[in-house]
């Protein structure tokens, strides 16, 4: 199986921060990094697709890069709903595997 | 506009069987290109992917599970269904239905789970 790891584990930020999520596999997946974000109670939103294609309809302070083993998610100006977890999840090969999660929470 | 709605027993004895459905309302789950899957997430834990089924019918299973999962689709009533057996506490987890799409024919997101439903709370305990 591809383990997903992500740093840091949480964050404390304030609004109108840039925030910064890192995202790595075990081996190389290409592009096949997906990025969600869950607020507590709801399901997991998907946020980004293919390492760097924005879902439509979320908001463009959204971006995603990397390829192969490491990825970045990145929140240019964090805004009062964005404080939540945040999960990659490889879409390279079975089984797809998520990662721990990364909890951004108000300073 | 499609949604997912998942539906079960929110409570399950040890080394029975667990079985959810997913009903898909707004769109056909026969729709090619699209794969239907279950993910959990344990409490206070990150998620977990179960396995998917395709337009075709063709299964992928987290072999995790494998030995003990079966998932399903009723093509005439526009569900998804899970069976999981011999349970214990350790399956005690929110499920969630999702839908997956792959291929160049998406019409949105492609080999990511874009739509999903609410999840639904499932408590393994005598």
Same mark, same amino acid.
């Given at each position: 199986?591809?383990?997903?790891?992500?740093?840091?584990?949480?964050?404390? +930020?304030?609004?109108?921060? %840039? @925030?910064?999520?890192?995202?790595? #596999?075990?081996?190389?997946?290409?592009?096949?990094?997906?990025?969600?974000?869950?607020? $507590?109670?709801?399901? $997991?939103?998907?946020?980004?697709? +293919? #390492?760097?294609?924005?879902? %439509? =309809?979320?908001?463009?302070?959204?971006?995603?890069? =990397?390829?192969?083993?490491? !990825?970045?998610?990145?929140?240019?100006?964090?805004?009062?709903?964005?404080? +939540?977890?945040?999960?990659?999840?490889?879409?390279?090969? !079975?089984?797809?595997?998520?990662?721990?999660?990364?909890?951004?929470?108000?300073? | 506009?499609?949604?997912?709605?998942?539906?079960?027993?929110?409570?399950?004895?040890?080394?029975?069987?667990?079985?959810?459905?997913?009903? @898909?309302?707004?769109?056909?789950?026969?729709?090619?290109?699209?794969?239907? =899957?279950?993910? %959990?997430?344990?409490?206070?834990?990150?998620?977990?992917?179960?396995?998917?089924?395709?337009?075709?019918?063709?299964?992928?299973?987290? $072999?995790?599970?494998?030995?003990?999962?079966?998932?399903? @689709?009723?093509?005439?009533?526009?569900?998804?269904?899970?069976?999981?057996?011999?349970?214990?506490?350790?399956?005690?987890?929110?499920?969630?239905?999702?839908?997956?799409?792959?291929?160049?024919?998406?019409?949105? #997101?492609?080999? #990511?789970?874009?739509?999903?439903?609410?999840?639904?709370?499932?408590? @393994?305990?005598?």
């Amino acid at each position: 199986d591809i383990q997903m790891t992500q740093s840091p584990s949480s964050v404390s +930020a304030s609004v109108g921060d %840039r @925030v910064t999520i890192t995202c790595r #596999a075990s081996q190389g997946i290409s592009s096949w990094l997906v990025w969600y974000q869950q607020k $507590p109670g709801k399901a $997991p939103k998907l946020l980004i697709y +293919a #390492a760097s294609s924005l879902q %439509r =309809g979320v908001p463009s302070r959204f971006s995603g890069s =990397g390829s192969g083993t490491d !990825f970045t998610l990145t929140i240019s100006s964090l805004q009062p709903e964005d404080f +939540a977890t945040y999960y990659c999840q490889q879409a390279n090969s !079975f089984p797809f595997t998520f990662g721990p999660g990364t909890k951004v929470d108000i300073k | 506009q499609l949604q997912l709605q998942e539906s079960g027993p929110g409570l399950v004895k040890p080394s029975e069987t667990l079985s959810l459905t997913c009903t @898909v309302s707004g769109g056909s789950i026969s729709s090619s290109s699209y794969y239907w =899957g279950w993910i %959990r997430q344990p409490p206070g834990k990150g998620l977990e992917w179960i396995g998917y089924i395709s337009y075709s019918g063709s299964t992928y299973y987290n $072999p995790s599970l494998k030995s003990r999962v079966t998932i399903s @689709v009723d093509t005439s009533k526009n569900q998804l269904s899970l069976r999981l057996n011999s349970v214990t506490a350790a399956d005690t987890a929110v499920y969630y239905c999702a839908r997956f799409c792959s291929g160049v024919t998406c019409s949105s #997101a492609s080999d #990511a789970f874009d739509i999903w439903g609410q999840g639904t709370v499932v408590t @393994v305990s005598s």
